[in-house]
């Protein structure tokens, strides 16, 4: 019953193109404009789609939907390029190991063959 009259809050306060604006962004932009108007990762991570379209919708109506100052406007969502940039050398090299492994391995066979001719 709560939800219902939130619902109806929100379609009462929003117009039509509002609403309609609002289902079709992706999650990953209602996340976006959420963290953008001061919530956290921490309390978005356990919502789902629809729970984060209503929270956005929720924003829109109380005119919330501006960006806060600070750094939860600033901070990129879930994105660390020191992290990726590890991640990258940690495959690199994990690949050229496996490279190695190969070389060694076909070397090894190949030897064997010519001892045995």
Request: proline share 3%; with cysteine.
């Amino acid at each position: 019953m709560y939800l219902l009259s939130i619902l109806v809050w929100i379609i009462k306060t929003l117009t039509q193109s509002h609403i309609e604006s609002i289902k079709k962004l992706g999650i990953a932009r209602v996340i976006s404009k959420l963290l953008n108007v001061g919530y956290s990762e921490e309390e978005l991570e356990p919502l789902d789609r629809s729970a984060l379209v209503e929270l956005w919708g929720k924003c829109v109506a109380a005119g919330e939907d501006q960006p806060v100052a600070g750094p939860v406007a600033s901070h990129p969502m879930g994105y660390d390029v020191v992290l990726q940039r590890q991640k990258l050398q940690f495959e690199m090299r994990k690949f050229e190991a496996q490279q190695l492994a190969q070389e060694r391995s076909m070397s090894s066979n190949f030897v064997r063959l010519n001892h045995s001719v």
